[in-house]
């Protein structure tokens, strides 16, 4: 009968990691022709390290000490690349107060009476702080698939960090899968165009670039009107995306509130898996019709 092909999918992909919130969803699963996936965690690891730090107008240890300082109250993981590199060195004796987040832009505070902050290179231009150096040292990183930051304070361009964030082994195994599914994948990130390119590039996705948390929900809007979307992320920023999909798919080391939002998560944070979803939801379908 239908409850009971729908429960015994239920609870095979529960079995598996493939957590479902009932049968709509697996039928909505079922009809998914478009995959969007966040990078930040989802793709890749979630886990930057820092690659280089270079120096503009301070000494590689005011670079990270700023940084740190700014980042002190942030959960970003751009954010805890830096602490955890600062602490290693030592360097944690700066402090900011007022300090808030940027979202998809960075984080601001105030150091020794002076306004300080850590940002994408969009933002460093909005303020005006770049110069040609800055701009191609930047540019250069960005082509290697880095993110970077660039640090500002005491009323000057302090210098800028790159961190790599290494895509999931699995990751470009899953985007051949999918399209085996005839299942179309395309990646959505904050990240700089160049770094987005570079990791798409290696993992064989589209991907649409430098999109504030709100674009994200617009993307997957547009996509919507195209096709049954299925949107895989783990970020607290993607709540809203999550919800804006036909399905949405928590990676399971995301935050709860990703958790709450999805109709769906995946525990054993797997990109294969999403495939394995849609298949699983197809067969179900198959033995209802
Ligand atoms: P993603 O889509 O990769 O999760 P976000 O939307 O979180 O990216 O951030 C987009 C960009 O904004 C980052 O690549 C970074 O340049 C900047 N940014 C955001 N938060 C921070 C932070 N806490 N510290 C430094 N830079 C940040
Ligand atoms: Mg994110």
Same mark, same amino acid.
Not at 37 to 45: A, I, N, Q, S, V
Not at 207 to 210: G, K
């Given at each position: 009968?239908?409850?009971?092909?729908?429960?015994?999918?239920?609870?095979?992909?529960?079995?598996?990691? =493939? *957590?479902?919130k009932?049968?709509?969803?697996? @039928? $909505?699963?079922?009809?998914?022709?478009?995959?969007a996936?966040?990078?930040?965690?989802? =793709?890749?690891?979630g #886990?930057?390290?820092?690659? %280089?730090v270079?120096?503009?107008?301070?000494?590689?240890?005011?670079?990270l000490?700023l940084?740190?300082?700014?980042?002190a109250?942030?959960?970003?993981? *751009?954010? @805890?690349?830096?602490?955890s590199? !600062?602490?290693? $060195?030592?360097?944690?004796? =700066?402090?900011?107060?007022? $300090?808030?987040?940027?979202?998809?832009?960075?984080?601001? +505070?105030?150091?020794?009476?002076?306004?300080?902050?850590?940002?994408?290179?969009?933002?460093?231009?909005?303020?005006?702080?770049?110069?040609?150096?800055?701009?191609?040292? !930047? !540019?250069?990183?960005?082509?290697?698939?880095?993110?970077v930051?660039a640090?500002f304070?005491?009323?000057?361009?302090?210098? *800028?960090?790159?961190?790599? &964030?290494?895509?999931?082994? &699995?990751?470009?195994?899953?985007?051949?899968? *999918?399209?085996?599914? +005839?299942?179309?994948?395309?990646?959505?990130?904050? %990240?700089?165009g160049?770094?987005?390119?570079?990791i798409? &590039?290696? =993992?064989?996705?589209d991907?649409?670039? @430098?999109l504030?948390?709100?674009?994200?929900?617009?993307?997957?809007?547009?996509?919507?009107?195209?096709?049954?979307?299925?949107?895989?992320?783990?970020?607290?920023?993607d709540?809203? !995306?999550?919800?804006?999909?036909?399905?949405?798919?928590?990676?399971?080391?995301?935050?709860?509130?990703?958790l @709450?939002?999805a109709?769906?998560?995946?525990l054993?944070?797997?990109?294969? %898996?999403?495939?394995?979803?849609? #298949?699983?939801? #197809?067969?179900?379908?198959?033995?209802?019709r």
């Open positions: 009968s239908v409850p009971a092909s729908i429960a015994s999918a239920l609870s095979s992909g529960s079995r598996r990691g =493939l *957590l479902m009932g049968g709509a969803v697996i @039928e $909505a699963a079922a009809a998914t022709t478009h995959v996936f966040d990078k930040t965690g989802t =793709l890749t690891h #886990r930057p390290r820092i690659t %280089d270079v120096s503009v107008s301070g000494s590689e240890t005011e670079v000490a940084a740190a300082a700014v980042e109250g942030s959960s970003h993981p *751009l954010a @805890e690349a830096i602490l590199r !600062a602490e290693a $060195a030592g360097i944690t004796s =700066l402090a900011a107060s007022a $300090a808030k987040a940027l979202p998809g832009r960075g984080v601001e +505070g105030v150091i020794e009476g002076e306004p300080a902050w850590v940002g994408s290179p969009r933002f460093a231009e909005e303020r005006g702080v770049f110069d040609d150096g800055a701009r191609q040292r !930047a !540019a250069s990183l960005e082509k290697e698939g880095k993110t930051v640090v304070g005491l009323s000057k361009l302090v210098g *800028l960090i790159a961190l790599r &964030d290494e895509p999931r082994e &699995d990751a470009a195994r899953a985007v051949k899968q *999918l399209k085996a599914l +005839g299942v179309s994948s395309v990646m959505l990130t904050g %990240d700089n160049r770094t987005a390119a570079a798409s &590039d290696g =993992l064989g996705i991907y649409r670039a @430098e504030m948390p709100e674009d994200k929900v617009a993307a997957i809007r547009e996509m919507t009107s195209r096709g049954h979307v299925m949107m895989v992320g783990d970020g607290i920023n709540a809203p !995306a999550l919800a804006s999909a036909h399905v949405g798919v928590a990676m399971g080391s995301g935050t709860d509130v990703a @709450e939002t109709d769906a998560a995946i054993r944070n797997r990109v294969t %898996d999403v495939a394995s979803k849609i #298949r699983l939801s #197809r067969a179900t379908m198959a033995n209802i």
